[in-house]
Nanobody, 124 residues
Framework: QVQLVESGGGLVQAGGSLRLSCAAS????????MGWFRQAPGKEREFVAT????????SYADSVKGRFAISRDNAKKTVYLQMSSLKPEDTAVYYC?????????????????WGQGTQVTVSS
């Protein structure tokens, strides 16, 4: 089973960009579908983006489509979330997650491994 550690969060002005990274340990990273989720204060954890085992298939929440891009490097056992044109409503703790399937999924219940999260704050 993989373990996940996120990094790259921080404070950014509206309109700015950030790139989140999620480093995985374990030998079978390439067999996991990966996802990014976020949770704002007082709200449920919500889907942001997902990517399949090869990086050939991705899916996004409507709220981030066209602004965020998910990618992965299986050799480095890392998944990324490039965030551009950030808005104050993107402020949240961002979590990386892995599911024991090569496919994508927007359903958080299908993810069995979670990172500790990284805070993203977008100021107006």
């Amino acid at each position: 089973q993989v373990q996940l550690v996120e990094s790259g969060g921080g404070l950014v002005q509206a309109g700015g960009s950030l790139r989140l990274s999620c480093a995985a340990s374990g030998r079978t990273f390439s067999s996991y579908g990966m996802g990014w989720f976020r949770q704002a204060p007082g709200k449920e954890r919500e889907f942001v983006a997902t990517i399949n085992w090869s990086g050939g298939a991705t899916s996004y929440a409507d709220s981030v489509k066209g602004r965020f891009a998910i990618s992965r490097d299986n050799a480095k056992k890392t998944v990324y979330l490039q965030m551009s044109s950030l808005k104050p409503e993107d402020t949240a703790v961002y979590y990386c997650a892995a599911r024991a399937s090569i496919l994508t999924s927007y359903n958080r219940d299908e993810y069995s491994v979670w990172g500790q999260g990284t805070q993203v704050t977008v100021s107006s």
